[in-house]
């Protein structure tokens, strides 16, 4: 059993559709980050999202950390076939030396 | 400016073989970390390393053993190859702690037969 459940694990759409992906835990995270990773690469980080409520946009994608923080969510606006790939969420456990991960969420954009 | 560096990027093993998996940090961190990927599992952690000198388990630490050499170079080894070890393996850097950005090397895709 992963500590950050996300859903779905699987998300394929078309171009031009909205979508929103969800990370949820148990338990309290002080920070969480969101990671794309593309086929044949490790993750990129696109954000961390650190206080509760926070919301943070990155062009069309919108980062939302629950007030309780123990969730957070992606939502992208118009995806594009670019947007494609794997979305991972994160965050630090054990006095923030342990990072773990998400098993993720594939996105396939369709032209 | 290199970042993190992983040798080799692909291995094939028979069972029982050992091998070490070399990660390099070019960025003064002194977090860093060893994940292996397997399909609909994410990233799930092996072991970690806070600080030069110190190791910890990770989430699935059996039938590895991890070294930190020094600041810059934190080393996984296999002993005893299994097919489920059969994964695409990733090392990871950050600054401090896992709140701040992780830097991910290439990965290394290992096969054990």
């Known amino acids: 059993t992963q500590l950050l459940e996300q859903s779905p694990q699987f998300l394929s759409i078309q171009e031009g559709e909205n979508l929103t992906v969800y990370c949820n835990s148990s338990?309290?995270?002080?920070?969480l980050q969101w990671y794309r990773q593309e086929p044949g690469e490790g993750p990129v980080l696109l954000v961390t999202?650190?206080?509760?409520?926070e919301v943070k946009k990155l062009k069309r994608l919108t980062f939302q950390f629950g007030d309780a923080r123990k969730d957070s969510s992606l939502h992208i606006t118009a995806a594009q076939p670019g947007d494609t790939g794997l979305y991972l969420c994160?965050?630090?456990?054990?006095?923030?030396?342990?990072?773990?991960f998400g098993a993720g969420t594939i996105l396939r954009v369709k032209s | 400016n290199a970042g993190v560096t992983q040798t080799p990027k692909f291995q094939v093993l028979k069972t029982g073989q050992s091998m070490t998996l070399q990660c390099a940090q070019d960025?003064?961190?002194?977090?860093m970390y060893w994940y292996r990927q397997d399909p609909g599992m994410g990233l799930r952690l092996i072991y970690y390393?806070?600080?030069?000198?110190?190791?910890d388990k990770g989430e699935v630490p059996n039938g590895y053993n991890v070294s930190r050499l020094n600041k810059r170079e934190f080393s996984l080894r296999l002993e005893s190859a299994a097919p489920s070890q059969t994964s695409v393996y990733f090392c990871?850097?950050?600054?401090?702690?896992?709140?701040?950005?992780?830097?991910f090397g290439q990965g290394t895709r290992l096969t054990v037969v």
């Open positions: 990871a850097s950050s600054e401090i702690r896992g709140n701040t950005e992780a830097f």
């Open positions: 338990s309290v995270f002080s920070s």
């Open positions: 999202v650190v206080t509760g409520g």
């Open positions: 994160a965050g630090p456990m054990e006095y923030g030396n342990k990072l773990v």
């Open positions: 960025m003064n961190h002194n977090s």
């Open positions: 390393s806070a600080s030069e000198g110190t190791t």
